[in-house]
């Protein structure tokens, strides 16, 4: 039987986790500059929108930032890709401009900012679990980068934990593009309910 969108994310038990939408990472002087360019294409504008409806109906828009510590200390030092974020140009600090909310994004008044000093996700190593579990939230439509490594991560951990999980295909990236794709295609098909921002949108508002 095919999932049913519109149940699966009824705002009242949805929350939006949008995954590094900031500015070191989806931004001009991205530490990651391939991948800013994927997000620039579509993701910026289609999670905009996607927080704007979401605020709307009633579910709540969290922000997954990273924020390491400016000395970096307690960082993992274990992966090519905190090596190479590490040594960056425009590195990823706190107090940084690469820390804020991605420009074309804003925080609404009632929306969670959640900041982790090290990790590959939000879910183990923020808040995220335990402050939706405490309200009830069973779905998490997940938008963000990047396909690559932390939106397939923190999918799994999610629904390991017990939650739906729903990406909406034009609000997350990766590098290559067709990578990204073949991604959804091929892996995150099986454990998530893949849908697009406009039908989600349509959802919400019906």
């Not at 620039?40 to 929108?49: F, G, H, M, R, T």
């Not at 929306?111 to 939230?137: A, K």
């Not at 609000?171 to 989600?200: C, E, I, K, S």
């Amino acid at each position: 039987m095919p999932l049913d969108l519109s149940e699966i994310a009824r705002p009242e038990h949805t929350a939006l986790v949008l995954q590094e939408c900031q500015e070191g990472v989806v931004g001009p002087k991205s530490v990651l500059p391939d991948l800013a360019r994927s997000a620039q294409e579509e993701l910026i504008p289609n999670v905009a929108s996607l927080s704007k409806i979401a605020r709307r109906v009633g579910a709540r828009v969290v922000h997954c930032l990273a924020v390491p510590r400016a000395d970096g200390f307690g960082q993992h030092r274990n992966a090519p890709l905190f090596l190479a974020t590490q040594r960056a140009e425009n590195r990823l600090v706190e107090g940084s401009p690469g820390v804020d909310v991605a420009n074309g994004l804003d925080v609404g008044p009632d929306d969670i900012v959640l900041r982790r000093m090290q990790g590959l996700t939000p879910f183990r190593y923020s808040e995220l679990d335990p402050i939706l579990r405490n309200e009830g939230i069973r779905t998490l439509v997940v938008c963000g980068v990047s396909l690559n490594v932390a939106i397939p991560a923190l999918t799994f951990e999610a629904v390991t934990a017990g939650y739906n999980v729903v990406i909406p295909r034009d609000a997350v990236a990766g590098v290559p593009r067709d990578y990204g794709h073949a991604v959804l295609d091929n892996t995150l098909r099986a454990v998530a309910l893949l849908t697009m921002t406009a039908d989600l949108i349509a959802a919400w508002e019906d």
